[in-house]
Each structure stands twice: as C-alpha cells, then as structure tokens.
C-alpha cells in the first residue's frame, strides 16, 4: 500500500505551509489531510483494503449491485477530509451506483446528492437513505407476506418479450403475487423497500447465470432442476433486509442524524447522464462542497454491464414508484442502460476532438498510439469512454466550490494486453482543469465481485483513491 502526492506539495511546500499553519491556506489543509491518511495508514496497514468488514452495516447488502465500493473505507477519507474541513456540507456524487459513498457520509451530517443513469442505482440509493420506518415494516411483515401467501392468481405482471426464456413460469407467477402485495402499501417509502428486496430475488430466482454481469441464460438442463420459490426467498431476505436497516438506523441513531426516522440532511437523488449535466439546487454554480465517487473504468458492455445486470429486476417493479423520470425506455433493448453510460456510444472523434484531448493528458495520448498499432478495432471504444469521462469533469468543476476537494476511487484495466492508466488520465484531466492532486492511496481489492475477465477486457486487482482539490477562488 504506497500513498504519493505530485510534486505540488513536495517537502518545500511542506515546510512552507508549516509556516502558514496558523492561516489555514488551502494548501496547509492539504498537507493536513495527506498527513492524516499517512497516519492511519501507518497505524493500521489493512485500512484500505478493510479484510473484516462487516457487510451488514450500512444497510449494503439489500441488493447486490455490481463494484459496490466499500463503506468504511471511504468513510475514513470522509472523516478526515470534514473534521480538517467541518464547514463542508454538500456532497455529491455523479455516479452513485448502490449509494455506498453517500450512506458513508451520512454518519457526518452531509446533505448528500447523488445522480446515476441506471434506475435501479436510484431505487437503491433511496432505500439505503431512508427514512427508516423500521417498526411500521416489521408490524406490517406478517400481513404483507399473508397478502402474497393468499393470492391463488395466475396472472403475470411484467410484459416484455422473451420473459419466458428468463423465468419459469412458476417462478412468475410467484414474482407477480409479491408485485401485487407490494401495491397494495399506501407508503412510498416502505413500497420502495419492498421493491429493492424483490430485485433481488428477480436476480436469484431467474433464468439468469449470477456469475456474470452480463445476461446469459443457464443452461436448459440446470433450469430444469433448479427449484427456487421467489416467495420462500423473499421471505427470508426480507427479514434479514429489515435487521440491516435497523442496524444502519441504530447507527445514524447514535450518531444524531435521524429525526422522526428521517435522515435530518438533504437527500436528493436524480436520473442523470453526469456527462451532460450535474444537478444543482437553481442550476447555481460552485454548489458542492465536497465530490467522493467511483465511476465506471471502460464502456458497461467491455467491462461491468450495470445495465443487462438491472434489466430483468427493473421488469417487475413499477418505475413510477424509483422516481418522477423512470420510465420504460430505459428497457427498450437489453442493452439500452448501458449504451447511455459512459462510452457506450461508439463514434470517431474528429481530429480536433481528439487533439484537444491529447492536449489534456498525455498519458492518454502515449495509450492511443499503442492502441492503434496493437488493437485498433478496440481504440475507438475507449477513446470515447475517455471522452465522456472528461466531459464529466468539465461538468464536476462547473458545480464544485473553490478548494473543495473531490474523492475518485479508479482502476485501471488492459484492452488487448494493453494497461489503459486511468488512473493517471483521470489525474490529467483534473490537472487540466485546474485541480491539485493532494494525495493517492492505493488499495488492493479484495472480494469485490468484478468481471476480471471476458472477451475483451480485464480489470486490475488494485485500484487508487486520488484526492484532489479544485484550485482557484
Ligand atoms: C463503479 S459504479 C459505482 C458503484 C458505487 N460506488 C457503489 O458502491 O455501488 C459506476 C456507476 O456509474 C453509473 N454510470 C455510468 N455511466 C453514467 C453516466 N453517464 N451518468 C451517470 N451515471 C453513470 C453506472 O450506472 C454505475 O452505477
């Protein structure tokens, strides 16, 4: 485990700042935050791979969604970057996935705004953030489950094409009476937690291999002979669902961030491609405080296909209910989710486009001409991932304060044999724009369930959290 900065705070900006320690200057807080991360480095050697973290915590495991980061790991940079910062407020991140990041500042009391293009990341996000109505769902166990346990119909509720391919037909039929059950709750907030548990049980029980991100359908032998009953599992993971929320309500509990069940900051989640826009209260500039987020490492269909991996959960659940701009074109095609993401539309830069690009870091431009010469079949894909990336930071630096500092947790992955550094072409880009690299911590990944492998890419056992902060006034 190594933890570098650039050469922005070498030692003799070190003893500068040591000067000026009385002044606060943003960059003395910047010492005091690579100095503190080197310090708990030191104290414990496993603080960023975190072996023995409990899963349970954090409400993490509702839903299985693919490269959840983990929660306390990025809870201790938090930690240390708000009490050397305790006037931040605002945190954001523009690629929320299961929210995990978000759930980890909520301990701190940061009004937290997230943004996601795949529905199902939204439906998560809110249950994971409450509000916690633990009680009125455990009261209500029992009638919900009476509910489905009685309703003898055979009628099935999701409609889309080749669902009898994905699903049984014993296994609809059962999926469809815990939809039914679960339209009956008048409350929003407990319909939603209801929703996330039967994702998961969509995810289980279908035709569906679980050992890939992508859909591919087991084989017709082994989906004869698998068994499962969607109600009998969505019982159980129910149950375990609602001692994980408790768990996570005690916790917000004792550290003073609930009212009435409630989450006492802001919470706001949009469906939003980040490299459009990212959402701001009245459009305002220099909104967020504080940026801590882990985005894809290459285009959904070569690496993780968060998309093909939402699309049969996201059939059985009313989108109405994730949120106002949910709608069913997002299942137009399988692969709908992930042609919106980051890269997912292949297309030829022009010169200029990719000149300017060039001109933002070389390290992408030294990987572009390799990957001409050795896979040029595969550049285009990646150059438009990369593309995307950077109009993602274009839009970063358009909402975030000056010297508010940004938290990215990024791998780097090989196309064709060939290491594609993102890590240091995400590190230009932000220099490019103006940001400072504070510090990088690099950690091992361990048990996060990743596509190491398939037709055209593999991803890195280890990946880097960098620490930047946004120059200027
Ligand atoms: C690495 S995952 C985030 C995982 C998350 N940190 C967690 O712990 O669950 C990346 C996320 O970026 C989202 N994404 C990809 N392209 C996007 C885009 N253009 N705009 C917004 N989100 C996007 C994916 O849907 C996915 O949820």
């Known amino acids: 485990m190594t933890i570098t900065g650039n050469s922005y705070i070498s030692r003799a900006n070190v003893n500068l700042s040591l000067k000026a320690q009385n002044k606060r200057t943003p960059e003395y807080v910047d010492v005091l935050i690579k100095r503190r991360i080197e310090r708990l480095t030191s104290e414990n050697s496993t603080v960023w791979t975190s072996p023995d973290r409990n899963r349970r915590e954090y409400a993490h495991r509702f839903f299985q969604y693919p490269a959840m980061m983990v929660p306390i790991v990025q809870k201790n940079v938090i930690d240390i970057i708000k009490q050397i910062n305790p006037t931040i407020q605002k945190v954001i991140d523009p690629f929320m996935g299961s929210a995990t990041s978000l759930v980890a500042c909520m301990q701190n009391g940061l009004n937290c705004y997230g943004q996601d293009i795949n529905p199902l990341s939204l439906l998560i996000g809110k249950t994971r953030t409450g509000p916690y109505y633990v009680k009125a769902i455990r009261e209500k166990y029992k009638e919900l489950i009476s509910d489905i346990e009685n309703d003898k119909s055979r009628v099935i509720e999701a409609k889309f094409k080749s669902r009898n391919k994905w699903f049984k037909n014993n296994v609809s039929i059962e999926l469809s009476r815990i939809v039914r059950a679960i339209r009956q709750e008048p409350r929003l907030a407990i319909r939603r937690f209801y929703w996330v548990n039967l994702a998961e049980i969509v995810r289980i029980t279908s035709n569906d291999r679980t050992s890939t991100f992508k859909m591919h359908a087991r084989a017709l032998d082994e ?58 209260r009245n459009n305002s ?37 994730i949120d106002i701009k949910a709608n069913n074109d997002s299942l137009r095609t399988t692969s709908e989710i992930d042609s919106r993401s980051l890269g997912g539309k292949v297309k030829k830069l022009n010169f200029d486009e990719l000149n300017s690009l060039y001109n933002k870091s070389q390290s992408f431009k030294d990987v572009h001409e390799k990957l001409k010469s050795i896979v040029p079949d595969k550049a285009d ?93």
């Open 223 to 280: 989906i004869e002979k698998r068994n499962l009953s969607p109600i009998v599992e969505f019982k159980t993971h129910l149950l375990q669902s609602i001692e994980d929320l408790e768990l996570y309500r005690q916790l917000l509990l004792k550290s003073n961030q609930l009212s009435k069940g409630s989450y006492k900051g802001e919470i706001q989640f949009s469906l939003q491609d980040s490299s459009k826009k990212i959402i701001t």
């Open 381 to 473: 894909k990646v150059v438009v991932f990369l593309k995307d990336l950077f109009q993602v930071v274009e839009k970063v630096f358009e909402v975030m304060k000056p010297n508010s500092y940004q938290v990215w947790t990024i791998g780097n992955r090989t196309v064709g044999g060939i290491e594609i550094p993102n890590n240091e072409i995400l590190k230009d880009f932000i220099l490019s724009k103006g940001g400072i690299l504070v510090t990088k911590i690099e950690r091992e990944i361990i048990n996060k369930r990743m596509a190491k492998k398939n037709n055209s890419s593999v991803l890195m056992t280890t990946e880097d959290i960098l620490i930047f902060r946004k120059g200027g006034k």
């Open 285 to 321: 500039n220099n909104f967020y405080d504080l940026l801590v987020t882990s985005p894809p490492y290459g285009d959904n269909k070569t690496t993780v296909t968060y998309g093909q991996y939402s699309y049969l959960p996201l059939q059985w659940i009313d989108l109405c209910d």
